[in-house]
């Protein structure tokens, strides 16, 4: 067997872990020919981007001359536009290309997005505008995926190696494979009501430990985090709950029909001047019940008040207490007229 049979071979067998292998750099003696056809991306942009791409358009077309492509900026129409040219040779150059005008036309400075153009990096747009239906939602959680000065985007770049962009209903990532799933997996979450702080918490234990060579082919689950949701439901409870019933595996008794309680009366078995007779005295019996209660409630405002009887205590302190004053005034009273 000869060693490219070999190498073909370990080429072909099952790997562990993907993001190991390195991405073989593709060069000009690979495609000698050249493209057979001309291939063209077009992107439109806002309006308030006119004035920076009219600014850095000579070092997009410089950059992507590099590799023997042509950039248009068409500002009636509002796009730009990149080509291959005869010279072209990398295949995947164009839409490398594409993507780096996309990221230009949603804000992302041109200095990060040419770094799409480089083989191991590339880019992500996540659409966030209908993962949330209310307004006042979407802007929260939009919010809260920025964080305060900036600083939860700021430590999510960090942990992923990504350059982030939060613009309007679009998220835009740029940077390693890798940290673009990782990116894409925060800010789903954080849009479906899940605090990016968690994602972030996981993401610094995992790094610490990558550099456990012990715990390479251990499970890190127990290491991470399990966070509960807490989410309570706003919707007003009854006051009144009903208890609920057991389960029993056989169904309800069937109600009785009226014949059924006539028959276990025995008014079944009565003739018609009978049921009649018994219609009236069970009428005249509610009547006469209405009758009391209606006697009692007008005679109710009549009824005297029960009286508390006076307490022998109290008359016995009412005679033992003596106004000695009223009685000297009583006394110089009667001498008065006795001399008098």
Same mark, same amino acid.
């Not at 456990?212 to 949701?229: C, G, V, Y």
């Given at each position: ?9 370990q080429?072909?067998d ?9 991405i073989p ?23 308030y ?5 009219r ?10 001359a ?37 990221l ?8 990060q ?6 083989? =191991? ?5 996540? @659409?966030?505008? &209908?993962?949330?239906?209310? /307004?006042? !939602?979407?802007? $929260? ?28 209903n679009t ?5 390693p494979?890798?940290g673009?799933q990782?990116v ?25 430990l990558?550099?456990?060579p012990?715990?390479?082919?251990? =499970? ?5 985090? @399990?966070?509960? &949701?807490?989410?309570?439901? /706003?919707? !007003?409870q009854? $006051?009144?709950k009903?208890?609920k019933?057991e389960y ?13 309680k ?6 079944y ?10 219609r ?6 509610k009547?006469a ?28 302190? =009412? ?5 000695? @004053? ?6 110089? /009273?009667?001498?008065?007229?006795s001399?008098?």
């Amino acid at each position: 067997m000869s060693d490219s049979e070999e190498e073909i071979k370990q080429n072909t067998d099952p790997v562990d872990n993907a993001w190991s292998l390195k991405i073989p750099a593709f060069r000009q003696e690979d495609n000698p020919h050249g493209m057979v056809e001309e291939s063209s991306f077009a992107t439109l942009f806002p309006k308030y981007r006119e004035k920076y791409l009219r600014e850095v358009w000579p070092l997009v077309e410089q950059c992507v001359a590099e590799h023997q492509l042509k950039a248009e900026l068409d500002l009636v129409e509002g796009s730009m536009v990149v080509k291959t040219t005869r010279k072209t040779w990398d295949p995947y150059i164009i839409i490398k290309s594409r993507d780096m005008i996309k990221l230009m036309a949603r804000s992302v400075p041109f200095e990060q997005a040419k770094r799409v153009l480089q083989d =191991d990096i590339g880019c992500d747009i996540i @659409k966030i505008g &209908n993962l949330v239906h209310k /307004k006042e !939602k979407f802007v $929260k959680r939009r919010q809260r995926l920025i964080g305060p000065n900036g600083a939860t985007l700021k430590s999510i770049e960090l942990l992923t190696d990504c350059y982030v962009l939060v613009q309007g209903n679009t998220v835009s990532a740029l940077g390693p494979y890798k940290g673009l799933q990782q990116v894409r997996d925060i800010v789903l979450e954080t849009m479906n009501n899940v605090h990016p702080i968690y994602n972030i918490k996981a993401l610094m234990i995992k790094r610490e430990l990558m550099k456990d060579p012990k715990l390479a082919n251990e =499970d890190w689950s127990r290491f991470l985090p @399990k966070f509960k &949701n807490k989410n309570i439901s /706003k919707r !007003k409870q009854p $006051k009144a709950k009903k208890p609920k019933k057991e389960y029993t595996p056989f169904p309800p008794a069937q109600p009785e029909s009226k014949i059924d309680k006539q028959l276990a009366s025995g008014e079944y078995f009565l003739n018609q001047e009978q049921k009649q007779a018994k219609r009236n005295q069970e009428r005249s019996a509610k009547q006469a019940d209405a009758a009391k209660k209606q006697d009692e409630r007008r005679n109710k405002d009549f009824v005297p008040p029960t009286e508390e009887a006076p307490s022998r205590k109290r008359q016995a302190e =009412d005679s033992s207490k003596v106004d000695v @004053k009223a009685l000297k005034a009583k006394l110089v /009273k009667a001498n008065k007229k006795s001399k008098s």
